[in-house]
């Protein structure tokens, strides 16, 4: 069975830095797509960053690149997000998705992980 | 990008249900594949794929879910609405990059 527990959620300062965890479990991180999606209120869901297992391939949206950074540790079959210099615009749920192998899209999704900017 | 209607669709139980996702390009692939999917999102639960490709089942959703549509207009359907289908439905497209939602369709009992 395919499960996704994000961990690292929490209060934050502007400015501030948070790593969110993703234990991934019932399949293998090194040969799957990975990505990290958040949901506001007001922007509802947005895709945030992608990467492959195999460490060929990263990417992010316009709005954290630079900011974030998305990667994985095959050992623990772990994926990380270390989120920086934040904002109240960082203000959401982040949710950690498994691409699908067979199609282009997501198949599961991680119960995620609250995170607030606030002073 | 991805517009879907209505925002909001009361609907009595036992009865159909359809929303609608339209949007702004066309979103066949290179491979001629449509990447589109519809996700369901119950209060305080994450987000939950049904329907993927247009028309294709995801494991374990019930045949009353079903998904159709070409080019730039897709509409999924609940053949007879029951409780656990109240929440918020997003269609999500997948051809581009990056992969985008629709704004969702909150649907309530009526």
């Known amino acids: 069975e395919v499960q996704l527990v994000e961990s690292g959620g929490g209060l934050v300062q502007p400015g501030g830095s948070l790593r969110l965890s993703c234990a991934a479990s019932?399949?293998?991180?090194?040969?799957?797509?990975m990505h990290w999606v958040r949901q506001d209120p007001v922007k509802g869901l947005l895709w945030i960053s992608t990467?492959?297992?195999?460490?060929?391939?990263?990417s992010y949206a316009d709005s954290v690149r630079g900011r974030f950074i998305m990667s994985t540790d095959n050992s623990k079959n772990t994926v990380y997000l270390d989120l920086s210099s934040l904002s109240a615009a960082d203000t959401a749920v982040y949710f950690c998705v498994r691409g699908a192998n067979e199609w282009r899209g997501f198949d599961y999704w991680g119960q995620g992980a609250l995170v607030t900017v606030s002073s | 990008v991805l517009t879907q209607t209505p925002l909001s669709s009361p609907v009595t139980l036992g009865q159909p249900a359809s929303i609608s996702c339209k949007s702004s390009?066309?979103?066949?692939?290179?491979?001629?594949?449509?990447?589109l999917s519809w996700l369901h999102q119950r209060p305080g639960q994450p987000p939950r794929l049904l329907i993927y490709?247009?028309?294709k089942r995801f494991s374990g959703v019930p045949d009353r879910f079903s998904g159709s549509g070409a080019g730039t207009e897709f509409t999924l359907t609940i053949s007879r609405v029951e409780p656990e289908d109240v929440g918020v439905y997003y269609c999500?497209?997948?051809?581009?990059?990056?992969?985008?939602f629709g704004q969702g369709t909150k649907l309530e009992i009526k």
């Open positions: 999500m497209q997948a051809t581009d990059v990056p992969h985008t």
């Open positions: 990467t492959h297992g195999d460490g060929r391939i990263t």
């Open positions: 019932g399949f293998s991180l090194s040969h799957s797509w």
């Open positions: 490709c247009v028309s």
């Open positions: 390009q066309s979103l066949v692939y290179n491979d001629g594949i449509i990447y």
